[in-house]
């Protein structure tokens, strides 16, 4: 099955600060979704993309589909932005199937 | 937006009895839901594809006779885990798609966390 590798895989940042989280895929995707966990474990949906680029707020993400990874932005940080952020892909060559995870990446801000 | 909602958002049982938790897609018809598995410090993990009106999908490893699915409606799923054992204890989260696979996002429920005492 499709393999989705995130990094880094902690991230410990001052309040402020900008990040960039990476998302490498192993095979063509259909869809991308970027989630962030909050520590009551509700997964929220940053954004739905397969391709290009979006931006809500202070959160950016772009995917490049040819080359098999996305990246998330988050700029001037927060403490409430700390937990755990998910991508996951659903593999196009098995269209109406899962999305798959990757192991996440831990980020922590600090006041 | 499209909302998923998941009840109960926690329960403690005792080793050995049955536990209920209900998928439901508040403002959409889903013909497929999905159930994932989360242990602490983990990702998630696909449990198995719930099928409205046919038998669930489960992923190599997820005994069926334990984990029972039921999708009756095209709102609602339910998984039953039966004779719980404390190493059940985890985190389930159901999800679900609006539009045509592919094409859309899936939604997620809130999770319920269970533990087996």
């Known amino acids: 099955g499709i393999q989705v590798e995130q990094s880094p895989p902690d991230l410990i940042l001052q309040e402020g600060a900008n990040s960039t989280l990476r998302c490498n895929f192993s095979?063509?995707?259909?869809?991308l979704q970027w989630f962030h966990q909050n520590p009551w474990g509700q997964l929220i949906n940053l954004f739905y993309?397969?391709?290009g680029t979006k931006q809500n707020g202070r959160l950016s993400a772009t995917t490049v589909a040819t080359e098999r990874y996305s990246l998330l932005y988050i700029s001037s940080s927060q403490t409430t932005d700390s937990g755990v952020y998910f991508c996951?892909?659903?593999?196009?060559?098995?269209?109406?199937?899962?999305?798959?995870f990757g192991e996440g990446t831990q980020l922590t801000v600090n006041p | 937006g499209a909302v998923v909602s998941q009840h109960p958002s926690w329960v403690i049982c005792k080793s050995g009895t049955s536990v209920k938790i209900e998928c439901r897609s508040l403002?959409?018809?889903?013909?497929?839901m999905f159930w994932y598995r989360q242990f602490p410090k983990q990702s998630l993990m696909l449990m198995a594809t719930?099928?409205?009106?046919?038998?669930?999908?489960?992923e190599q490893g997820v005994e069926k006779d334990k984990f029972l699915i039921n999708h009756a409606s095209l709102t609602l799923s339910t998984l039953t885990v039966t004779s719980a054992h404390p190493e059940d204890s985890s985190f389930y989260i159901c999800?679900?798609?609006?539009?045509?696979?592919?094409?859309?996002?899936?939604?997620f429920g809130n999770g319920t966390r269970l533990t087996v005492t």
């Open positions: 999800s679900a798609g609006a539009g045509g696979f592919g094409n859309s996002p899936l939604h």
């Open positions: 095979d063509s995707v259909n869809n």
């Open positions: 993309i397969p391709s």
């Open positions: 996951a892909v659903r593999d196009r060559e098995t269209s109406g199937s899962r999305l798959t």
């Open positions: 403002d959409f018809q889903a013909t497929t």
């Open positions: 719930s099928n409205e009106g046919s038998k669930a999908t489960y």
